[in-house]
């Protein structure tokens, strides 16, 4: 795939500003705190040409009507938390939580770097006022070659280390940070549908250890978001909405594509567009009577830098007819 020409800088003819955000309508009372995140803008890493700049990216996350965000790949928003609190305080917004990338199924080994990531996306969500830290387990494929880095199914030792190791980590990102870790089954990782996510949270210590729900990587791997929220609603402390387009999802999984090209391909595509349908989800998440978080992500990258900021607001429009 060839690279585009870089972007221009933030100064561009964009004006989100000059797009009112549309009106809240009025719903019935939630605990549900509704945000996005740089993912839903095409931003997977710290620096990338194809990427919207990051002051691009808060203006238009808040000229579409959030008020929560996510920090996304460390170092693509300012990591100064001085400098990041004034550039969101000036546009009204607040950090939800930070994300991280672990592979803790490969044992104690592997902690002392493990903790070197975590501790410094931690130190910059708590800094920020957030209260949480997605946990992301490490793919087994390379999510754009297609490599196969190792077995797609975990050993009976690797698992005990994986949710052994989970534990020690949500337990010290809380009691260094004051975070709650939540962990994020994702698409080709060793954590996706079903029967690895319900037997995770049956492995794991709820005292130390939430599930993100996101659901469309949980659709993603045939997995029904409202039936785990009713069956496992206690464990539920973070969701992330999101969408697969099922006529894209059956011609990958098909011919086996690696998540990178898959998105590339159009899976993850805007609501209320796609599955798994939101309003049941958002219902179910109500019923748990809990405050929770649903931050909005649509996988788009790569995309062009005028692409986002209409789906956005788009989407936030959809998600308040949803009452949120």
């Known amino acids: 795939m060839t690279k585009p020409s870089p972007q221009p800088s933030p100064q561009t003819s964009y004006q989100p500003s000059s797009q009112p955000s549309p009106s809240p309508t009025p719903s019935a009372p939630t605990r549900i705190r509704v945000g996005s995140a740089p993912d839903s803008w095409g931003v997977w890493f710290p620096d990338d040409p194809r990427q919207v700049p990051w002051r691009r990216f808060l203006d238009e996350v808040a000229g579409a009507g959030y008020e929560w965000i996510e920090l996304g790949p ?13 550039e969101t305080a000036r546009r009204g917004l607040r950090v939800s939580a930070g994300t991280v990338f672990t592979g803790l199924h490969h044992g104690p080994d592997v902690w002392d770097r493990t903790w070197a990531h975590v501790a410094e996306n931690a130190a910059l969500a708590q800094a920020m006022g957030a209260g949480h830290l997605v946990v992301i387990p490490s793919f087994w494929r390379d999510d754009r070659t297609g490599e196969v880095l190792e077995d797609p199914v975990l050993t009976a030792g690797q698992w005990r280390d994986l949710t052994r190791l989970t534990e020690r980590l949500g337990r010290e990102v809380r009691e260094r940070y004051g975070l709650r870790i939540v962990v994020h089954p994702h698409a080709d990782t060793h954590l996706d549908g079903e029967e690895s996510v319900t037997r995770f949270l049956d492995a794991t210590d709820p005292e130390a250890v939430s599930l993100c729900l996101d659901t469309g ?8 978001s409202v039936e785990l929220i009713e069956t496992y609603g206690e464990r539920i402390g ?13 011609e990958v999984v098909a011919e086996g594509t690696p998540f990178g090209p898959a998105v590339a391909r159009g899976v993850m595509c805007e609501p209320p567009s796609g599955v798994p349908a939101l309003e049941p989800v958002l219902a179910a998440a109500r019923a748990l009577d809990v405050d929770l978080f649903a931050i909005v992500e649509q996988d788009m990258y790569p995309c062009a830098p005028d692409v986002p900021y209409p789906i956005a607001l788009r989407t936030r429009r959809f998600l308040r007819s949803c009452g949120v």
């Open 74 to 86: 460390y170092g693509y928003l300012p990591t100064d938390p001085a400098v990041l609190a004034e």
């Open 238 to 250: 973070y969701l992330h909405l999101k969408q697969v387009d099922p006529a894209v999802l059956a």
């Open 217 to 224: 990587h949980y659709a993603y791997a045939g997995g029904d």
